[in-house]
């Protein structure tokens, strides 16, 4: 005993259990650490360190989520602990923005009659609002979207696109708005169908887009909130042209893309734009001064755009190819104002096979007009003639714009290319802001409407070029490193002094 009693008051023995104390307490600390931040809500566990920063949620959903007024209730119908990590992370972060936001999980494996009563699949997220009775749902391969094209040439399936925020902000908009949108896209003229991404991005904003031909109807349908018309190739005819202006002066509002076709063979077409303020120049349009990699003719356009025109747009960077310039000219009426949002610089032209005549062109404009909300379309603006009970006439005014006469606005947006929203671009280029300025030229036709689609995030591997070294990255590759070269330096210069 005594020689036990005499080992425990050694130097090294007292060194050796200060040692193991000192573990015991680190470990202890450790695991209460652990246990602590197990209990956080997993909105605060994960930090997005991934390139493509899919947790990552843009302003225009916070500004949303931030004014949301009524309560919307999630239910995911799915085994939680089965369920990607990606959506439950997510699903976390977003339904944490409001406080008007419930997220409520049902097993469909014990509890199997939620289908029915939900009317939907497993592994889905059914988004409800009681006040408005509307409800939709959203399932796993819409937020995780898998691209089996690539079976064809691996044999395998690859994930492609994460669209957690599009699809849930989208879903949020439709059950808490009564407000929806019909655009009708012209045919008969050669016209181009709009891009799939175009198509998806109007679908999350909730905007019904249905073809509408011309040629065969020229009235344009009373529930027409827009009329689009995307690089049509053949001209209107007289009927249809006459059909387009009555349509505008009524407080009608439209949208045209030019396509390739040269402007001289289609008067008709020129006639409205002219109405309007706006005459097509001849030619393509270069600008040596802002263009891609000295290619005059793929421009990147000066913007004037402010408001709900400018949410979204974080660079400005668009890019147009091939387009048409416009010349703003004197309107048919004092009432149009018309103004560009999108010119070359002073260093423009307009290049035709023989000619290059240098100015400013505008790529982009828009005309509006304010008109009497009863006004018949194609009846014009002014004072009108009525007979009254005796027979004799008197001035009738037009609309003050009171309740009972209210006052609509006219709007006509011309975009020079119709290759700004071309697929092919928008995916080669995937940083340019093309379909975000599109659509927010879209819904600015719309008042008390935002622009709320948002693009889905690529999951395509991002390798680690000193073109996407984050923070983070520069941390684990130079900064960790240095730190352990310093320590170890400064304890090699102690013992050598000592």
């Known amino acids: 005993m005594e020689k036990m009693k005499k080992l425990f008051h050694t130097t090294g023995t007292a060194h050796g259990i200060y040692s193991v104390g000192l573990t015991a307490v680190v470990v202890a600390i450790v695991v209460v650490v652990n246990l602590i931040f197990g209990q956080l809500p997993e909105k605060y566990r994960n930090i997005d360190v991934s390139s493509s920063k899919i947790y ?12 949301l007024d009524t309560e919307v209730k999630f239910t995911v119908l799915a085994v939680k602990e089965e369920a990607d990590e990606r959506i439950r992370t997510f699903l976390s972060k977003y339904a944490s923005l409001s406080k008007n936001i419930s997220v409520e999980w049902i097993d469909p494996v014990l509890h199997p009659s939620a289908l029915q009563d939900y009317d939907a699949s497993e592994n889905s997220i059914v988004v409800s609002c009681e006040k408005t009775g509307r409800n939709t749902t959203v399932t796993f391969d819409k937020i995780v ?39 009708y896209r012209t045919a008969g003229h050669g016209e181009s169908m709009l891009p799939a991404n175009i198509t998806e991005l109007m679908d999350k904003n909730n905007y019904t887009v249905s073809e509408w031909n011309l040629l065969m109807n020229p009235d344009i ?17 007289e009927d249809e042209r ?8 009524g407080g009608g509002k439209m949208m045209l893309l030019l396509g390739d076709t040269n402007s001289k063979d289609l008067p008709n077409l020129s006639a409205v734009m002219k109405e309007y303020g706006m005459e097509a120049a001849d030619g393509y349009i270069a600008d040596p001064q802002r263009c891609y990699q000295g290619n ?28 048409h310039g416009l010349n703003l000219t004197d309107p048919a009426r004092e009432t149009i104002s018309t103004t560009s949002f999108m010119t070359t610089s002073n260093t423009g032209s307009a290049v035709t096979e023989e000619t290059q005549t240098d100015g400013t062109y505008t790529l982009g404009a828009v ?26 006439e008197e001035t009738a005014s037009v609309s003050d714009g009171s309740a009972e006469n209210p006052k609509k606005e006219a709007r006509l947006t011309v975009i020079s290319s119709a290759n700004m929203i071309d697929s092919q671009l928008t995916e080669t280029f995937t940083t ?20 709320l689609s948002i693009e889905p995030k690529s999951l395509a591997a991002q390798y680690n070029t000193i073109q996407y070294v984050g923070l983070i990255s520069l941390f684990a590759i130079f900064g960790i490193p240095l730190v352990i070269l310093a320590g170890g330096f400064t304890v090699w210069f102690k013992r050598r002094k000592a």
């Open 56 to 67: 990552e949620i843009t302003d225009t959903s916070r500004d949303f989520l931030k004014d």
């Open 145 to 183: 979207v898998v691209d089996y094209s690539s079976y064809y040439y691996t044999g395998s399936v690859s994930e492609n696109e994460f669209d957690g925020e599009g699809q849930l902000t989208s879903a949020v908009n439709y059950v808490t708005s009564e407000d929806e949108k019909q655009i």
């Open 221 to 237: 349908p009373k529930d027409c909130d827009l009329l689009l018309m995307n690089a049509p190739a053949n001209d209107l005819t």
């Open 242 to 249: 006459d059909a387009v202006l009555d349509y505008l002066a």
């Open 296 to 323: 005059a003719f793929y421009i990147f356009p000066m913007l004037s755009v402010s408001g709900d025109m400018a949410k979204g747009l974080s660079s400005e960077m668009v890019l147009l190819i091939n387009a």
């Open 367 to 392: 005309a509006t007009e304010t008109v009497s909300g009863t006004e018949e379309p194609g009846s014009g603006n002014g004072d009108e003639t009525a007979e009254d009970a005796d027979g004799t």
């Open 432 to 451: 340019l802001e093309n379909t975000a300025l599109f659509m927010n030229a879209v819904t600015a036709n719309f008042d008390g409407v935002e622009n």
